[in-house]
Every structure is written in C-alpha cells, then in structure tokens.
C-alpha cells in the first residue's frame, strides 16, 4: 500500500502564493507518476499538475506559467508551488499517485483564495 499526506494549504489573498507539499510513504515503486488534482464544491476533480519519475510534466492550461510542479531530492516528495492564485484557484487540492495501473489519493489540502 502507498500512503500520501498533504499539507500546505490555507487561506491567502489574490495574487499571493501558496506551496503545496505531498509525502509518498509504503510500497512505492521506482517507476510512478505523481500529481495534484484539485476539487471545487459542485464541479468535478481536475487534474491541475503531473510528474513523473522521470521529471516529465504536465499541467493544466489554467496552471501554465503560474504553477510549477516538482519533485524533492527523494523522489517520493512531490511539490506543487504556485503563484498569482485567484479566487477561482480555491478548491480542495489533492495528490494522486500512479503506478502499474494502481491509483492512490491523498485526503486532500484546502486552498481558499479570498481577500
């Protein structure tokens, strides 16, 4: 089994910025992909950010050019920082991890954008 825990969500203004932080621990294998997906109260899960093993990316258009996704030094520690966050960035933010057809979720981290 893998486990995650996120932390560093919270309340910040418009334009402020916010990093968030996964922690992989269990049966993590070499090769996975890891990403944040965020949540808004009566709209579906979104994908906002990926990276895989390897350091490929993939972001969302809405996430292009504000937020940035990367790994730590141990590669079971993904980041996701962003910037310039609007009120429409709130949402409840979650990590997902992927690998060999196995899908596990963080509980999630609430970011709200509010002035």
């Known amino acids: 089994q893998v486990q995650l825990v996120e932390s560093g969500g919270g309340l910040v203004q418009p334009g402020g910025s916010l990093r968030l932080s996964c922690a992989a621990s269990g049966s993590i294998v070499s090769y996975n992909t890891m990403g944040w997906y965020r949540q808004a109260p009566g709209s579906e899960r979104e994908l906002v950010a990926a990276i895989t093993s390897g350091g490929s990316t993939t972001y969302a258009d809405f996430a292009k050019g504000r937020f940035t996704i990367s790994r730590g030094n141990a590669k079971n520690t993904v980041y996701l920082q962003m910037n310039s966050l609007k009120p429409e960035d709130t949402a409840r933010y979650y990590c997902k991890y992927h690998a060999w057809g196995m899908d596990r979720w ?10």
């Open 106 to 115: 963080g509980q999630g981290t609430q970011v709200t954008i509010s002035s």
